[in-house]
């Protein structure tokens, strides 16, 4: 059994590159803890829903490097980072995350701005006289 199991998450323009191994359940995000490093409670639900999902809470300590991205974003590329680390952990996890969604990497991206225009999709008021 290695010393770590690793999983890389993605998501919008967040890295997060997940370590998880056997201990108590300590979330260090960036060298800080969980509750010093997200302030909200819904990004802790989504970094730990992983590891409720698959009944491993209190069974590993979980470090992340993560980059990039605003909160909400970072919080999702962790949980995925978490989720590809459980699979190595265990595949029999995969039908469980798989079917919640955890699995698939979110492929939505920011639509660039369109030049001559006020945005990606907004356009200047049309004046017919």
């Keep these: 059994m290695p010393e770590a199991?690793?999983?890389?998450?993605?998501?919008?323009?967040?890295?997060?590159?997940?370590?998880?191994?056997?201990?108590?359940?300590?979330?260090?995000?960036?060298k800080r803890n969980i509750d010093d490093y997200f302030s909200r409670e819904t990004?802790?639900?989504i970094v730990e829903q992983p590891l409720v999902l698959t009944d491993t809470r209190g069974s590993f300590d979980i470090d992340v490097n993560v980059a990039g991205g605003g909160a909400s974003g970072?919080?999702?590329?962790?949980?995925?980072?978490?989720t590809r680390a459980l699979l190595h952990v265990n595949p029999e996890f995969r039908s469980t995350l798989k079917k919640v969604?955890?699995?698939?990497?979110?492929?939505?991206?920011?639509?660039?701005?369109?030049?001559?225009q006020k945005g990606a999709r907004a356009r200047f008021q049309y004046s017919k006289r």
């Design 101 to 116: 969604g955890f699995v698939t990497r979110d492929p939505r991206n920011k639509e660039r701005k369109k030049y001559g």
């Design 74 to 82: 970072q919080a999702a590329a962790i949980r995925h980072g978490i």
């Design 5 to 30: 199991y690793y999983g890389t998450g993605r998501r919008k323009t967040a890295v997060a590159r997940t370590w998880l191994k056997p201990g108590m359940g300590n979330i260090i995000i960036n």
């Design 43 to 45: 990004a802790k639900m």
